[in-house]
């Protein structure tokens, strides 16, 4: 039974701060104490370390991990374990930073004493983890875990950039050994901190593990088949990374000649993307699943050694900064995604150390392995090897045989065991979009402080309609800000996304939210099945404005079931406020039946460009476009310029029409009368002529629809007029109408709305 005791809200994030601050500072203690780094093996070189006895360390502070296997048994009795990793720790962090020190020995004992004090700070840092490990699974709650870790991961990334690039250009400016001195005594003040801070972290109350023999308490992990497959994809990527990370520095020093400055440059390149990637990863690891994020990101990890094993002075100012971005978003995503996985398996509430310590000890030996196997063929390959019919130098082929070994972890990935993961080709899928938009609003809403500006960058995420963007808008609903709750709700509508219709029917049909004509707005946007019905019963709200967002979604999803609804409401025509939104959102689609409830209902809307959107929408449905708005809004001089042209139009298709159908022989005539009233500014009788036309029309029973619509628009028209309209939009409307009927009858319009053929009543 889980016996649990978990810490209450404010010392868990009082932990989870800790634990990022730790992070930071022994990021910036990292140096001391990574013999592949630039800091380390310049000062390896610098005391006269060979290239191989720079492998060799590597791969001896990675054996050190395996001492986990059994110091964590030894040590699973201390009763105060947190004072235990504090007192132990300061030996750790003195023990590396002294290596600086070795420098003073004779050259005959300086790889002896390194060796010694790494090995000696590697064991005890080994000795610790597995505790302080346990004590991190037991305080990050499941829900936000592997953000968590991404952020965490993110923090420390920043810290390692930026002290990196500064020790590195103190090597660089200060005479030699004096610029190691500094880095190394800044970094051991730093490492010691990150120590102290932890006797005033909070730490959970356990339950103690059972008192098992030691045999039995390390084989415990690996009875569980999830761990064991976990595992071994660790240890295959572990001796793949470590065999070309091992002299990637060295590389870099002797090959390239590149110099420590330039060399922290190419690195803060590859921790740039690890940033990014520790950021974007972990919310892809909570959405998703670890195990696609896994198979996907150890794709680029095999083309690094590739590139390593390719690149020479010639070319590496082209290839190097790829390889550094690859290889931070290969390294960040996998470390993410196994460190997510890694504590769902591992039992919470209880002392788990030994996971751990089997976690760590596999991956310390596959790490030293890697090293080793480096060294070796670095001993023994010749100063130039030929392979495939390419000739590469010494190194050069070690990085090749890393990316042969890369090919292991590709085919265990597929193995890792997750319930519910997507798969590595739906998450691949979500990769679409303005991507480049998306990270850029993505940073400008992470550094934003003032709600404007957050609001403005979700509806900017929004905009680049990648599924990436989904989690912030969400998230953005619930934000304190009106402003930044009705940006996310708008930008949820600009994407599309289908996700997004839960949340926002949520929205929508909270009567105490504030958002409900956003969300209304963006469920239309969306345009997915399922949001019909809430629409529809928002069309009877009592709040006016979720009825017109209601009516213009309702427009945008279309489909039958949603532009019935919208003819019935026409036809109700309960709201005269709500009449012009339902007439605009209904004309969308070209459905006949609506011009006969909207020329009834034309009359009781008396505002003048609240008319002109009403009759727009008519002569959308039939056909003419925006052709009235041009009109009508045009000044008086143009209008007549243009009204003339458009009649003689009408008459020359009317003409046509009679040559096809008898019944149409009549037409012509009027139409003629017609163009010349309105020729001479009569407009009582173009008035007339125009309704003659119209009437012979609808007495024809099996005119085509879309003509007797237009015919029935301009009687009703002609029957309400406002007389102070006449001579403007009296004129215009008919005018449009008629185009529309001749073009019907003389069988130039394109389509005759099939899906509403429905006969005027």
Not at 322 to 327: F, S, T
Not at 427 to 455: K, M, P, T
Not at 667 to 692: I, M, W
Not at 712 to 733: H, K, N, Q, R, T
Request: aromatic fraction near 8%.
């Amino acid at each position: 039974m889980d016996q649990r005791k978990p810490l209450p809200p404010q010392q868990v994030a009082h932990a989870l701060r800790h634990f990022i601050l730790c992070g930071v500072l022994w990021a910036v203690y990292g140096p001391n104490a990574t013999p592949a780094g630039s800091i380390f093996s310049g000062f390896g070189l610098h005391i006269g370390l060979s290239d191989a006895q720079i492998a060799f360390l590597v791969s001896l502070s990675s054996l050190a991990g395996t001492s986990q296997l059994v110091t964590f048994y030894l040590t699973r009795a201390i009763r105060n374990k947190r004072l235990f990793m504090v007192l132990v720790g300061q030996l750790e962090i003195t023990s590396a930073s002294a290596i600086v020190l070795t420098g003073l020995l004779a050259t005959q004992f300086r790889f002896g004493a390194v060796a010694v004090l790494l090995v000696t700070a590697y064991l005890i840092g080994h000795t610790v983890n597995p505790h302080f490990s346990s004590w991190l699974s037991n305080v990050i709650p499941e829900n936000v875990r592997a953000p968590y870790i991404g952020r965490r991961m993110f923090a420390i990334t920043v810290s390692s950039m930026i002290w990196l690039y500064v020790a590195s250009e103190g090597v660089d400016l200060l005479p030699k050994p004096s610029g190691f001195y500094l880095a190394f005594a800044v970094g051991w003040v730093a490492g010691l901190l990150g120590y102290w801070l932890l006797l005033v972290t909070p730490y959970p109350a356990t339950e103690p593990s059972a008192g098992a023999s030691f045999g039995k308490s390390l084989l415990e992990p690996m009875r569980n088949r999830d761990f064991r497959l976990l595992a071994l994809f660790l240890c295959t990527w572990n001796v793949a990374l470590s065999m070309a990370g091992a002299l990637s520095g060295v590389y870099m020093i002797k090959y390239l000649g590149l110099s420590y400055s330039r060399i922290a440059i190419y690195t803060n390149i590859t921790l740039a993307l690890m940033m990014a990637g520790y950021l974007g990863t972990g919310a892809l690891a909570q959405r998703y699943g670890s195990k696609p994020l896994t198979q996907i990101a150890i794709v680029p990890g095999l083309v690094v050694p590739a590139l390593w094993a390719i690149m020479d002075k010639s070319n590496c100012g082209l290839l190097l900064p790829i390889a550094c971005m690859l290889g931070g978003l290969s390294v960040s995503a996998i470390n993410v995604a196994l460190g997510s996985l890694l504590y769902k398996i591992v039992p919470s509430g209880v002392e788990n150390s030994a996971y751990f310590a089997n976690w760590t000890g596999l991956a310390a030996l596959a790490a030293a392995i890697g090293p080793f196997l480096a060294g070796t063929l670095r001993n023994v390959l010749p100063p130039e090897v030929v392979l495939l019919g390419w000739q590469f130098n010494t190194l050069q082929a070690i990085f090749a045989a890393s990316g042969v070994l890369y090919l292991f972890p590709l085919v265990l990935s597929a193995f890792i065991v997750e319930a519910a993961a997507a798969s590595p080709r739906y998450v691949l899928g979500q990769f679409r979009g303005n991507l480049l938009g998306l990270a850029f609003s993505f940073a400008l809403y992470s550094v934003a402080r003032d709600n404007e500006a957050r609001a403005e960058a979700l509806r900017r995420l929004g905009r680049t309609k990648s599924p990436l963007a989904l989690t912030p808008l969400v998230r953005g609903l619930r934000h304190v800000s009106h402003e930044v709750r009705s940006e996310a709700a708008k930008g949820l509508g600009e994407g599309q996304f289908a996700e997004a219709v839960e949340p926002l029917v949520e929205a929508l049909e909270d009567k105490r939210s504030d958002i409900r004509p956003e969300a209304a707005e963006a469920l239309g946007k969306i345009g997915h099945r399922a949001v019909a019905g809430p629409l529809l019963k928002a069309l009877e709200d009592d709040d006016p404005r979720v009825r017109m967002s209601a009516a213009l979604a309702l427009g945008d999803v279309g489909g039958q079931d949603a532009q019935d609804a919208l003819l019935q409401a026409l036809r109700e025509n309960v709201d005269p406020a709500l009449f012009p939104t339902l007439v605009e959102a209904a004309s969308h689609r070209p459905d006949l039946r609506i011009v006969e409830p909207v020329m009834a209902g034309l009359p009781q809307v008396s505002l003048p460009v609240i008319r002109m959107q009403v009759i727009n929408g008519v002569c959308r449905v039939l056909g003419e476009k925006n052709h009235f708005y041009r009109l009508a809004t045009a000044d008086a001089l143009e209008r007549a310029g243009l009204s003339e042209p458009m009649m003689q139009r009408v008459l020359r298709l009317l003409t046509r029409a009679a040559t096809l159908r008898k019944d149409w022989e009549a037409l012509p005539e009027p139409a003629k009368q017609a163009v010349e009233a309105l020729a001479g500014d009569n407009l009582e009788a173009f008035t007339q002529h125009t309704r003659q036309i119209a009437e012979k029309v609808l007495a024809v029973p099996d005119a085509p629809p879309l003509a007797a619509h237009a015919a029935l628009a301009i009687c009703s028209y002609l029957d309400s007029m406002p007389e102070s309209l006449a001579a403007d939009e009296g004129v215009v409307f008919p005018i449009i109408a008629m185009t529309a009927l001749g073009r019907s009858l003389s069988g130039r319009h394109p389509q005759d709305h099939p899906e509403s053929q429905e006969a005027p009543r």
